[in-house]
């Protein structure tokens, strides 16, 4: 599989499965949160040159839902009342696609993003992936609950 990580903005069809992507593996983090609100939020990152910012995987061979087989963002915010900023956010490959590097590249992407728009740090939180951010050079600061859930935040000097 050759895949292409394109933003989101020149994808502006994918838009609808990025959304419900979130919707699904994250809306209870967002309680009452609508797929339509997150369909306008996801809009909102249709950016190249300020956060927020989304990045779609593409399949080259035209396998997944459009061809889409992962998403990520960079965004200013993503724990309430948390001052740090900017945000590796939403990491997201569906379990058929998992395992075969499009993670890393998404996570190189958003990277290169923050770089390019003038961040030397970037935060992340995971309860599901710390293994993997690790393993991408990133550090774990510290452990807590956020809105029912064991999360790990992270950062990355870039």
Do not use: C
Request: charged content about 25%; aromatic content about 8%.
């Amino acid at each position: 599989m050759t895949v292409t990580i394109a933003p989101l903005v020149e994808r502006p069809d994918l838009a609808a499965q990025v959304a419900a992507w979130g919707f699904a593996e994250w809306g209870h983090l967002n309680p009452g949160e609508t797929l339509k609100q997150r369909v306008i939020r996801i809009e909102g990152k249709m950016n190249l040159d300020r956060v927020p910012v989304a990045f779609v995987a593409l399949d080259d061979s035209g396998a997944g839902a459009g061809g889409i087989v992962g998403t990520a963002s960079l965004i200013f915010d993503d724990l309430e009342g948390d001052p740090r900023n900017p945000w590796l956010a939403s990491v997201f490959v569906p379990s058929e696609h998992r395992k075969k590097g499009i993670a890393s590249a998404l996570v190189r992407t958003v990277e290169d993003a923050a770089r390019r728009l003038g961040y030397s740090r970037l935060y992340l939180f995971t309860s599901t992936a710390p293994d993997l951010y690790a393993g991408l050079g990133w550090r774990p600061l510290e452990r807590r609950d956020y809105r029912g859930e064991h999360i790990q935040i992270m950062d990355r000097t870039l």
